[in-house]
């Protein structure tokens, strides 16, 4: 607790120990559930609520249903047994309509909390009928001069608890604060300003309402209504930080003039074999506003595996050149790097525009002239390492969704601010995006360049994997390549496949087709070699971990095979599916799986039945929730108490278009 806390005119700021009953030892144990002041206090979330006004008599208790009932304790005691060392404390209620054993395992100092008299309430669910039992129920024990009416008659609020902190001493405290502290409780904005926030069935209730609702609600409904009502105060403090931060960069940071004049563009364009899609060119009109704005561009770039972003990049990065200005462009991984480093070399060579490589194993210079302007390529690692680009105008970050904006931000506050835009394949759910980059602009490629074929998904169970070999060496004889992907790149004895272990396999399985391995724990001249040769079609068969996942692109490749399939996410999946279909044959992506719970098998089958990166995206969320779906270290995550990025998105796009709207200095 910091000393500004404790003499803090913000009385909801006022450390727990403030509050009457709550010594050092009490706070000590609210500060292990992470409740340090009042107001944490006030938030601590019930974690169920109990129906308290009716109780279930006992005889009319039906197996393995939740349910609370009550009961005086008749009898009790300990059975010890292995020496000794095992225990069962067995507790016997009865209602007057049936006896109720409550048995505990190995806690015999459950004991010290039960006396034959006692009057206790019940929650759990029957495991047995003969004699009727309950294992490990949670219990309370009515004491005789408490507060009835807090503990019973109403929905009553169960909370997680600590070590030593009993449940009916931390709803007392809750009651006591609430009723002392409730006038307090002030709404961030006031006014009907919330009035218009979308799916509350009556008014929207007010902070203090909503809170108190949150403890002791009158209905069960009335739990969810302040939920949300609690969850719009965190996205809408959220979206005003995030308009905050946007109007002090935008006063401190003028924009370089990179929109170009279009005179590397034009032959760009007409040398270029294909022409770009409408997506394509409304996606270069925004981005070319952005260059020429006053601001320095802030913007995402989402468009599906293969919708044709690489592109895009070029253009940006000539518009920039043509301006005077040099531009980087960052991929995840130096295959992707090099990957990148080649394209643009090829496309930018007849243009006399210098590109360069730099990864931290090869520093390419290419032989053109680098007087001026030019186009660096590397990895994430080029703007952190130190090494300066002259003129740096524009900053290109492909296929990277895991940055919080702080981290974004360090990256480019390199002398003065270049343009920033972050292209991703990842779909991210619409949720996500508006808390993770609610400050950025967002363009979006909404079709895919013509003449692809489709890919088609199958999921199929290990023991198939016959069948499977057998459809591959049908179409590597028809001309075309494969990948066969491994969730691992050495056998853990987990037994999950690994790459190294499964290649030889895999030979056998489709010789005599010559087959490559990829993993990133080969050194990078021998990846680079592997790679080439199955661009160059001397290798048919790539082995691979999902170091493939990003943005090589192999248009004969129209063959994937995933092993033990559920050990990826789905978006995950989807960015390596993306990896075939990208030419003008027919591609099949099968996972092997042997997935064995429904909700594996649903996951798995939801990339049978859409190609639809958004609404892969969802489902992701859904089935793995935020912090899965970004990875752990995701930093600038916000963590909600009470936001649920899984089904508030009407609340975070209420709170974002509400936060714009508000006049200048509001914010
Ligand atoms: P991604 O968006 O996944 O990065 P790429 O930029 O790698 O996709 O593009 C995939 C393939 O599509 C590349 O071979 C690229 O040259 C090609 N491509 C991009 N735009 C078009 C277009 N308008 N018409 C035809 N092919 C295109
Ligand atoms: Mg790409």
Known sequence: MTVAAMHSPEPLLKPVGVLWGVGSERSAQLA??????????????????????????IASLKLNEGVTTRGTVVAMGIKRFRRGTKSVFELILEDGTARLHCRWWNLPFMERYFEVGNDVVVFGKLNQLKPRTMDHPET??????????????????????????????????IWRTLNQFEARIKDPLEGDWLA?????????????????????????????????????????????????????????????????????????????????TASQTRVLREIRADLRGAHPMRRLLQGDVGSGKTVVAACSALMAVESGYSAAVMAPTEILAEQHYRTLNRWFAPLNVPVELRTGSARIESSRPAAGARVVVGTHALLTS??????????????????????????????????????????????LGLTLYGDLDVSTIDAAPPGRGTVRTYVRPADRLER????????????????????????????????????????????????????????????????????????????????????????????????????????????????IGRGAHESHCILVSDADTDEARARLRVLEETTDGFRIAEADLKFRGPGELLGRQQSGMPDFRFGDLVRDLDLIQWARDAVKRLPCGKA
């Open 196 to 276: 218009s926030a979308p799916g509350f069935p009556q008014r929207v209730p007010s902070r203090a309402e909503a809170i108190r609702a949150l403890h002791f609600p009158d209905t069960i409904e009335a739990v969810e209504t302040a939920r949300r009502r609690l969850a719009l105060d965190e996205f809408v403090a959220l979206q005003m930080q995030m308009r905050r931060r946007r109007e002090t960069f935008e006063s401190k940071a003028e924009a370089l003039p990179c929109g170009g004049d279009n005179r590397l563009m034009k032959p760009f364009l007409s040398a270029l074999g294909f022409k770009l």
């Open 468 to 579: 499977v070999w057998a459809f591959v060496r049908d179409q590597l004889a028809k001309g075309r390549q494969a990948y066969v992907v491994y969730p691992r790149v050495e056998d853990a004895g987990t037994g999950i496949k690994a790459v190294t272990r499964e290649f030889e396999a895999v030979q056998r399985a489709l010789a005599p087709h010559a087959v490559g391995l990829l993993h990133g724990r080969l050194p990078a001249r021998a990846r680079d070699e592997v790679m080439q040769a199955f661009r160059e079609g001397r290798i048919r068969v790539l082995v691979a971990t999902s170091l493939i996942e990003v943005g090589v692109d192999v248009p004969n490749a129209t063959v994937m095979v995933i092993e033990n399939a559920e050990q990826f996410g789905l978006a995950q999946l989807h960015q390596l599916r993306g990896r």
């Open 140 to 173: 309370e024990v009515v004491e005789a001069g408490e507060e009835q009416f807090l503990h019973f008659n109403r929905w009553t609020p169960v909370y997680p608890l600590t070590e030593g902190l009993p449940q009916r001493w931390l709803r007392s405290l």
């Open 386 to 431: 130190g090494c300066e680009i002259p003129r740096l105008g524009l900053v290109v970050i492909d296929e990277q969704h895991k940055f919080g904006v702080a981290q974004r931000e360090q990256l480019v506050r390199k002398g003065r601010y270049p343009h920033l835009l972050i292209m991703t394949a990842t779909p991210i759910p619409r949720t």
């Open 32 to 57: 292990r559930l992470h409740i340090h002041t009042v107001e944490d206090l006030l938030l601590h979330r019930p974690r169920r609520y109990e129906d308290r006004r009716h109780f279930r008599p």
